[in-house]
């Protein structure tokens, strides 16, 4: 699992920074065209709606019982796109690489910690 979400972690981050101005149209208010909201909202539905499917399917949960995987998914999402725009921006002062095992190690904390929320909301 590690491996696993240091290289899905990668592959995002990589993508959103291999040309700054990705993250920052993706992400930032730089217009506010009816187009680009929806752009970016889908986009973030979408890596929030993938990363909790994943988790599901990780730790054999069952979304219809406990929503807390929504929960984690849009924290995590957010707090990453925050993080990669902080980066950017030269707030964040880390290497590319400690970027992404630290946003890995976050995302794998988080997941482990949803699971047994969920697990003992199930009595379990």
Do not use: C
């Not at 889908?42 to 995987?69: K, V």
């Amino acid at each position: 699992m590690p491996e696993l979400a240091h290289a899905a972690i990668k592959a995002l981050i990589e993508h959103l920074t291999d040309d700054p101005w990705r993250a920052r149209i993706l992400f930032t208010d730089l217009t506010e065209s009816p187009a680009a909201r929806a752009a970016r909202r889908a986009a973030i539905q979408g890596l929030e709606t993938a990363l909790s499917q994943y988790g599901h399917l990780h730790y054999e949960a069952n979304q219809e019982t406990d929503p807390i995987a929504a929960v984690t998914s849009s924290l995590l999402v957010g707090g990453t796109i925050e993080v990669i725009l902080n980066w950017l921006d030269g707030t964040i002062p880390m290497g590319w690489e400690q970027l992404i095992a630290d946003v890995a190690a976050m995302w794998l904390a988080n997941g482990d910690a949803t699971a047994a929320r969920a697990k003992a909301r199930r009595g379990g």
